[in-house]
């Protein structure tokens, strides 16, 4: 069972460009979960997602980052028009439906995200 | 809101000997979850232990045990028999859990602990 896949593992853009992050869950998990983790910092969450609804968008930026995870393929974390302070580590981690009682979340390698 | 607080930014350790991380947090509710994620220079996260709030007993796994005081809002992991494996940032965090016993994967992290095992 493979786990949580991110790409890409490093992405570089330019100061105005779009970054496009995908994330592919672990079989079987309909939870989707994304956070960003600026340097020397913890990881701080961002949405929570469940197949084409967006549950909890609290830790979002409200301007030029979006989110969707669709019924089918991967989940986007999109950011437009990027910033320098965009530069960050952005995690995707999943759940299955019926973990909500133990609360473990499953993590990708995360994609790395660098903002010339 | 909750915030984590974890007030050891390094801290290291010889191989083969325990250690202790400490975690504090905050909070209103009193039902919750507690986690230790390991960061190894990989990046990636690694859930090392598990805590449910409303259980007395602490923790263990293998190596890995917790000291949780929930009056206290106290929450430290001890590693025993350090491994250089065992290097890595070691992360406290907590989730909230809703009523009924749900919860989802909204995780308040501490700043994190940079542990070092030295042979």
């Known amino acids: 069972n493979a786990g949580v896949m991110q790409n890409p593992r490093h992405l570089v853009r330019r100061r105005g460009q779009e970054a496009r992050l995908r994330c592919s869950p672990m079989?079987?998990?309909?939870?989707v979960y994304w956070y960003r983790q600026l340097p020397e910092e913890g990881l701080k969450f961002m949405v929570y997602l469940q197949k084409e609804n967006i549950i909890d968008e609290s830790g979002m930026p409200k301007e030029r980052f979006s989110a969707e995870f669709p019924k089918e393929g991967p989940s986007i974390l999109r950011i437009q028009q990027v910033v320098r302070g965009d530069s960050a580590a952005y995690f995707c981690a999943s759940s299955p439906p019926n973990s909500q009682t133990t609360g473990e979340l499953f993590f990708g390698e995360g994609s790395r995200l660098t903002v010339l | 809101a909750q915030t984590v607080t974890q007030s050891q930014p390094e801290m290291s350790v010889q191989e083969a000997e325990t250690v202790t991380l400490s975690c504090t947090y905050d909070?209103?509710?009193?039902?919750?979850?507690l986690f230790w994620y390991k960061q190894p220079p990989s990046r990636q996260m690694i859930l090392v232990i598990r805590?449910?709030?409303?259980?007395?007993q602490n923790a263990t796994e293998n190596r890995f045990s917790v000291n949780f005081q929930k009056a206290a809002k106290s929450f430290s992991l001890k590693i025993s028999d350090s491994q250089l494996g065992d290097t890595a940032m070691y992360f406290c965090a907590f989730m909230k859990q809703n009523a009924g016993g749900t919860s989802y994967g909204k995780l308040t992290f501490g700043q994190g602990t940079i542990l070092t095992v030295h042979p």
């Open positions: 805590q449910e709030a409303y259980k007395q």
């Open positions: 909070t209103s509710e009193n039902n919750y979850y």
């Open positions: 079989k079987g998990h309909s939870h």
